[in-house]
């Protein structure tokens, strides 16, 4: 059964690179400070150290925090529901929360099983969902209000310089939080059963390289959706909300907390939105991806607290 896990595991991997991965990227490629193919290598190098070096952070997260243990069975489950729904929101082109499914489906098979749940350490983690965008959006007001004082005295060569860099830099790190946040949880979520160190680092480079594929391959229309169809910023404002962004989604991993990267992404885009008058939102596509982070989540207990009491 740990194979088909390890399997579903993958593919997972491979359709949040087609669906998270291209938030990293979205707006900044849009944006014209960055080719695809430079963002893409960026993203890449950022997702596999993160995973490497601090995807560990997140072992604890859910086995050992929420539950005790868990059951191979209500694993799976957990994996099937994972794939099932991020592969349907994938197709539809609404960027969607995995830690969200995957809290969502833990709890249901957990509970479901019959197994303690740690209401608590579950609260914690709702709770962090619901900060992380009024956060983001908080955190870009202050620095896009910082860096437009400090560049109105550059010159536009010297603007052009810093924007170019900045975005190399921004888009690495949110794509190392993304790999040591998000690739960590589903890591820890079967890294309890490998008592193999040497294979456990083989499959963590292995699901990473999977997210990799699937931002190469097919994460363009999800990078329009968010870069292109939600607002249009200027190029500050697009640094400071991916900034933003990364840097809770890094300080919420040092507390093993899984966030949201649609989240912090949508909060911090919106956040640069209001500093500017004029700037025009697609609320559709806006409540479109709100609405998946409430669905998914209550979706995802649904299913698998019905698989587990059904077939287990």
């Known amino acids: 059964m740990l194979y088909i896990i390890f399997s579903l595991a993958l593919a997972i991997a491979f359709i949040f690179g087609w669906n998270n991965s291209g ?18 290598v960026l993203t890449s190098l950022g997702l596999v ?6 995807g ?3 072992e604890r997260t859910l086995i050992g925090s929420v539950t005790e243990n868990i059951t191979t069975v209500a694993l799976l489950s957990v994996f099937i529901i994972t794939f099932s729904l991020m592969l349907v929101f994938t197709l539809l082109h609404i960027p969607i929360s995995m830690s969200h499914v995957v809290v969502g489906a833990y709890a249901g098979a957990s509970f479901a099983s019959g197994l303690f749940l740690n209401i608590v350490n579950l609260e914690v983690i709702i709770l962090s969902w619901l900060l992380v965008p009024i956060l983001s959006a908080l955190i870009t007001i202050l620095f896009y209000t ?26 690495f790190y949110i794509a190392y939080a993304l790999g040591a946040n998000n690739v960590g949880l589903i890591n820890g979520l079967y890294t309890p059963f490998i008592l193999d160190s040497t294979l456990l ?5 292995v699901m990473a390289i999977s997210v990799v ?21 200027s190029p500050i404002g697009v640094l400071t909300s991916m900034f933003s962004s990364a840097l809770l989604m890094w300080f919420f991993t040092q507390y093993s907390i899984p966030i949201s990267i649609t989240q912090a992404v949508i909060g911090g885009i919106v956040g640069a939105g ?16 709100i609405g998946s982070w409430v669905a998914v989540m209550v979706i995802g207990f649904t299913l698998s607290f019905s698989i587990i009491k059904i077939f287990a």
Not at 201 to 205: A, K, L, N, P, S
Request: net charge positive; hydrophobic share 55%; glycine share 6%.
């Open 213 to 233: 594929l699937g931002t190469i391959i097919f994460s363009k229309r999800i990078m329009k959706t968010v870069g292109e169809d939600l607002i249009v910023l």
């Open 23 to 40: 938030l990293c990227i979205g707006s900044l490629t849009s944006s014209g400070l960055l080719s695809y193919r430079r963002s893409v």
């Open 274 to 289: 209001f500093i500017k008058r004029h700037v025009i939102f697609n609320r559709t596509i806006l409540y479109e991806v």
């Open 56 to 58: 560990g952070k997140m």
């Open 146 to 171: 910082l860096i437009v004082n400090i560049v109105k005295h550059f010159s536009l060569l010297t603007l052009d310089a810093f924007n170019r860099l900045s975005v190399m830099v921004i888009i």
């Open 49 to 54: 150290m993160g995973a490497l070096i601090e």
């Open 201 to 205: 680092e083989f499959i963590v480079i």
